[in-house]
């Protein structure tokens, strides 16, 4: 693994020059943005598939049915990522990060603009939803080239000591990315009514993000190659199929990664996605207070991101982790409690959700990142942080959905549990270079 000293820069010329022009914070926030951008999109559509796409392109369902139909559109993204990671992941162990950033960025930023397009199941059928689950494939390959080379940019370009809190920043980006795609759908439905919000409105913030898309551009542009990579060039220490490399010498390092994950995904998805459309469906919350649960998550969950950076720092990114993944089984026995006392136990639960969710996956991405050598590291922590994203993420709204419409909010509250039991235990089994 690639030590801080080694992260920070090469005594070169070629290289400190390089590393020079990249300013801290240049690189910060062109990792910032970035994640910014993608998780907007990707956040936008998870809300759209909760307020409008059970009823615009399954509209002949049950509405139970039109939702977990909408849930399984939204799962396909997860399935995507590794397959992004992989393809981009070889690119930016081969050709470099800034590149490959650039064409994550644009790869997903088309997909949701298209979405923004499309016509609905009233106009031209069952194609419509095809064509929404083409896209929202488009959107989970773009993603899972994004989030690794994210990481990299920040991680390699860190000084010594300073890895966690670097790699704390790109992170930042799910927070914030929420916070705008919930805030764009309560504004428009403080403008506009419901009718006009199904008829036509929930094209616009899809559409609009080609603004925000054209500013990643440019921000991703400015940026030179990271000192780490630049170093990896010179050395001549690139492999020709970084995935084989992966696969054939990290079978450890992915698997446990991937599971050392899996409490965060599954944690965030249902504080999120599953919780917004528990409170439209069940609790029978009008979409804006739905909105305003989610937004209130979204600042809580930024705000516990740089506090876990800091405990890092100090007391060391795998002890927290520990103490987080312990917290979030603790809370799995408070949650079954609180999403059934109305809207008070909501606004506890989203507060405990989002706190923990902010020291854990403030973290995640150093620790995917580093049991890797840099030139495997784009493929490998990309792969693993999606690999986590299918078992924990893609189909944890449809899981909890299914459980709590079949055996209760308490199963739920199982489920969440046994995800943090196998995340402790995979974090216990790897070593402190590991995590």
Not at 22 to 48: C, H, K, Q
Not at 193 to 217: D, K, M, N, Y
Not at 237 to 242: A, D, G, L, N, S
Not at 302 to 320: H, S, T
Request: charged share 10%.
């Amino acid at each position: 693994m690639m030590s801080d000293t080694l992260a920070s820069g090469s005594p070169t010329a070629t290289h400190s020059n390089r590393a020079g022009l990249n300013s801290p914070a240049r690189v910060l926030f062109a990792s910032l943005v970035g994640t910014t951008i993608e998780f907007f999109d990707f956040y936008v559509y998870a809300t759209a598939a909760v307020l409008v796409f059970p009823t615009l392109f399954f509209p002949n369902s049950d509405p139970t049915t039109a939702l977990l139909a909408s849930f399984a559109t939204f799962s396909i993204a997860f399935f995507a990522r590794p397959l992004g990671a992989i393809v981009f992941g070889h690119y930016g162990d081969r050709i470099g990060r800034k590149t490959t950033l650039v064409a994550a960025l644009l790869t997903m930023g088309v997909s949701t603009v298209i979405i923004g397009l499309l016509p609905s199941y009233e106009t031209i059928g069952v194609l419509a939803p095809l064509l929404l689950a083409l896209c929202r494939f488009g959107q989970g390959f773009g993603l899972g080239g994004e989030w690794g080379g994210a990481v990299l940019l920040a991680t390699e370009n860190a000084p010594p000591g300073k890895r966690s809190w670097y790699g704390m920043f790109p992170q930042l980006g799910a927070p914030v990315g929420l916070f705008l795609s919930s805030g764009v759908f309560w504004l428009l439905l403080h403008v506009m009514s419901q009718e006009s919000l199904l008829a036509w409105g929930w094209r616009i913030p899809f559409v609009a993000s080609i603004v925000l898309i054209a500013v990643g551009l440019w921000v991703r542009l400015s940026i030179t190659e990271t000192p780490a990579f630049q170093k990896a060039i010179e050395k001549q220490e690139r492999v020709e199929v970084p995935v084989v490399e992966l696969f054939r010498n990290h079978k450890r390092s992915l698997v446990l990664g991937t599971f050392v994950a899996l409490a965060t995904f599954v944690l965030f998805y249902i504080g999120s996605a599953y919780l917004l459309s528990y409170n439209v469906k069940v609790l029978k919350l009008p979409f804006v207070e739905a909105l305003e649960v989610q937004l209130l998550g979204s600042v809580l969950f930024g705000l516990f991101i740089p506090f876990a950076g800091k405990l890092a720092e100090r007391f060391g990114r795998r002890e927290v982790l520990i103490l987080t993944t312990v917290l979030i089984g603790a809370f799995s026995f408070l949650l079954p409690g609180l999403m059934t006392s109305g809207e008070s136990g909501i606004f506890v639960f989203v507060i405990l959700a989002m706190a923990l969710m902010g020291m854990t996956y403030g973290l995640i991405g150093t620790a995917l990142a580093a049991p890797f050598p840099t030139k495997v590291r784009y493929t490998g922590s990309s792969i693993t942080f999606n690999f986590a994203g299918i078992f924990g993420a893609s189909l944890a709204p449809y899981i909890a959905t299914w459980l709590q419409a079949n055996y209760g909010m308490t199963y739920v509250g199982y489920y969440l549990g046994i995800s943090a039991v196998i995340t402790l235990a995979c974090i216990l089994l790897s070593g402190k270079e590991e995590v």
